[in-house]
């Protein structure tokens, strides 16, 4: 089977699970005893009409089997109605997902540029002083509350005065040159980067660290050593492309994760990404919003999935998919 | 058990983390003992007071027995705040195994003893108050009890449901099983912090708090029994065809039987593994929770909601003491860690080499 087969064949069995988490979410925060239209009915700016309309739209009067395919109906056609501060929620959620996209990709690649030599070194002196003392840094990543790493990083922030505290970008990020504003965003990326890739660069290289254990116990990797061949050698020409295998797998749990992982530093570092949106929008039971970020964020989790499993296709030629 | 424990025992690092949780179960155990005012104590008038410190050696450079001073408030015309000083005219002096407030030993024996109480008029706050004038000290062993337990209790719900599910949609098989694990795998496709959020907001706010407590537990175990699921149903795929399944099979066992008494016990190692593993998993969820607001609501402490005022930028900059819970998830979490390793490398027969 072709691999696009194959990634079309993935697409198409995702389309029912996206329909049952949409369900089982809309169930859910239906359920939810805070009336979704008080924040708009609250609102001087927004009027009488609106409220009806939203009313109406949202189909409030009627049952809520009825309100789920409706929403159901108007998401699919690319509506995804209004927040509750009136504004629409295809253009609110879209920065969002860049910024999340943003860190995202920025705490991937640093995890694995860091985990995987690391993981490599601590197999290959298995038992020394480095190794023991990366695992013991690596069970501490595992063990500290994200959220109170970053409120130790904002401490130091601030002690320090060496990166700025929270946020994006600086106030004065309009007037700046176009070189200016990258280097402004990078600066302001790097302590949740720094957070999040003190955590998931943990698991990452234990496994990295396993796996090649592993593999420099087999008989082929004894054999390459008796035919003469170096250690260097050896270990990255032949133990090593087993070895990150599994890894590659890892990575979309490791996406799934960040979403979660990012929405406590998120909200630490005031960073507006999807993680914190959510969570404003689940407080204030915002319910379109909250279905709209709900949906991306399990859209993204299967994509992450279907990437890792394509990228383990590419590297691994005995996958059969 | 006892060669368990003598393994452990060899090990230095797990043995420490080991006698670390002891010691952590023991205090939330007898937290009334431990604690100086009561878990209800809260004093808005002495808000945001530092850390009474406490005192071995006495201004004439000699030894004696821990005393301490009383704080007072006072307004800071420069910073317009205020601020508090100590008063150096009387000293304190901590009394130890004395007398203090009346409680309820494992809720039926009734007696006033303390490991430290507080002398008459003094003020003393081993670790400093937070906003609403709650001993941050005391309050560490009862918001201990909630997020020490609270893991432990979620697994306990978690654990059963997805051994029980991924035994009947591995044994089944076919439509049964496709089914079953399309909706495990839609539980599994919400980032798991969202669901999470979302399940914690729809609670109403008027519950008494075990009603909270109760509910909370129930939702974090909501969240994992699904991934747990599709690694058990896995094992059960592979152990049905073994023989010993057919001969039971064949001697006209029912299938509830066969599932519950035949196939689940075979993956106990891994379960037992699993649950050890994922006991930190359940603490950082719930601190995350009441980090947020979410989870265990005032006036009950947990450590995850005891941090909730080191969201305020000022807090952390001025009252640094309102931080020390996260050191106590933190030791928790990595002590639960290093003992989960360690239990896996002495369950799992691939690791004995």
């Known amino acids: 089977m072709s691999t696009w087969v194959y990634i079309l064949k993935r697409i198409l069995g995702a389309i029912p699970i996206l329909f049952l988490v949409s369900l089982v979410s809309f169930f859910l925060i239906r359920l939810s005893p805070v009336d979704p239209l008080a924040q708009m009915k609250l609102n001087p700016a927004i009027s009488q009409e609106t409220i009806e309309k939203e009313k109406v739209r949202l189909g409030l009067d009627k049952p809520v089997i009825v309100q789920y395919f409706l929403w159901a109906k108007n998401f699919m056609s690319g509506n995804m109605g209004y927040c509750t501060d009136n504004t629409k929620v295809s253009t609110k959620i879209k920065g969002r997902i860049l910024n999340t996209l943003l860190l995202s990709f920025f705490v991937i690649f640093c995890s694995w540029i860091l985990a995987i030599p690391l993981g490599i070194l601590a197999a290959v002196y298995y038992n020394s002083f480095f190794d023991r003392f990366l695992t013991l840094i690596s069970s501490v990543g595992m063990a500290i509350p994200s959220f109170f790493f970053a409120i130790l990083m904002l401490l130091f922030a601030q002690h320090t005065g060496w990166f700025p505290v929270g946020g994006l970008t600086s106030i004065n990020f309009d007037e700046m040159t176009v070189f200016q504003k990258i280097f402004d965003v990078l600066w302001h990326l790097c302590l949740p980067v720094i957070v999040l890739t003190t955590i998931s660069i943990s698991s990452l290289m234990r496994q990295m660290r396993a796996n090649l254990l592993d593999i420099l116990n087999a008989e082929y990797i004894k054999f390459a050593y008796a035919k003469g061949l170096s250690k260097a050698k050896v270990i990255l020409k032949h133990a090593f492309r087993n070895a990150v295998n599994p890894i590659i797998t890892l990575l979309g749990f490791e996406f799934a994760g960040l979403l979660s992982g990012a929405a406590l530093t998120e909200y630490v570092f005031q960073y507006p990404g999807l993680g914190k949106l959510i969570l404003e929008a689940v407080m204030q039971s915002d319910i379109n919003l909250v279905m709209a970020s709900l949906m991306i964020g399990a859209f993204m989790l299967i994509a992450g999935n279907l990437i890792a499993d394509i990228l383990l296709k590419i590297t691994d030629p005995r996958v059969r998919i | ?353």
């Open chain 2, 1 to 353: 058990m006892l060669k368990f424990f003598d393994k452990i025992r060899h090990d230095k690092i797990p043995f420490i983390a080991f006698i670390i949780l002891i010691l952590m179960y023991f205090m939330i155990l007898f937290a009334d003992f431990f604690a100086i005012y009561p878990s209800t104590y809260a004093n808005r008038k002495l808000a945001y007071q530092p850390p009474s410190n406490l005192y071995v050696i006495s201004p004439e450079n000699k030894l004696v027995f821990p005393y301490t001073y009383n704080f007072e408030k006072y307004f800071d015309e420069n910073t317009l705040s205020i601020e508090y000083k100590q008063i150096r005219d009387k000293k304190y002096k901590i009394k130890f195994f004395s007398e203090g407030y009346e409680y309820k030993l494992f809720g039926i024996f009734k007696t006033n003893l303390h490991l430290i109480s507080k002398p008459d008029d003094c003020n003393l706050f081993l670790l400093g108050t937070d906003i609403n004038g709650h001993d941050i000290y005391s309050r560490l062993f009862f918001g201990g009890r909630i997020s020490l337990t609270i893991g432990f209790l979620a697994l306990l719900i978690s654990f059963p449901i997805g051994a029980l599910y991924g035994g009947i949609s591995g044994y089944f098989g076919g439509a049964v099983d496709k089914i079953l694990m399309r909706i495990a795998e839609a539980i599994m496709s919400i980032p798991s912090f969202y669901l999470l959020i979302i399940l914690a907001s729809i609670l109403p706010s008027n519950m008494t708090s075990a009603q909270r407590f109760a509910l909370i537990t129930a939702i974090l175990a909501l969240i994992g029994w699904a991934g747990f699921s599709r690694v058990i149903r896995g094992m059960v795929l592979s152990l049905k065809n073994q023989d010993y399944v057919k001969a039971i099979e064949t001697i006209g066992a029912s299938r509830r039987r066969i599932i519950l008494k035949h196939i689940l016990p075979q993956t106990s190692s891994y379960i037992v593994i699993a649950i050890t593993l994922s006991v930190p998993s359940y603490i950082l969820a719930e601190s995350g929770l009441s980090f947020l607001g979410l989870g265990i609501q005032l006036p009950d402490a947990s450590w995850g909601n005891m941090l909730r005022e080191a969201q305020e930028f000022a807090n952390i900059i001025y009252r640094p003491w309102l931080l020390i819970p996260g050191f106590l998830i933190f030791i928790a979490v990595l002590s639960f860690n290093v003992l989960g390793d360690k239990i896996r490398d002495i369950l799992d027969p691939k690791t004995l080499k």
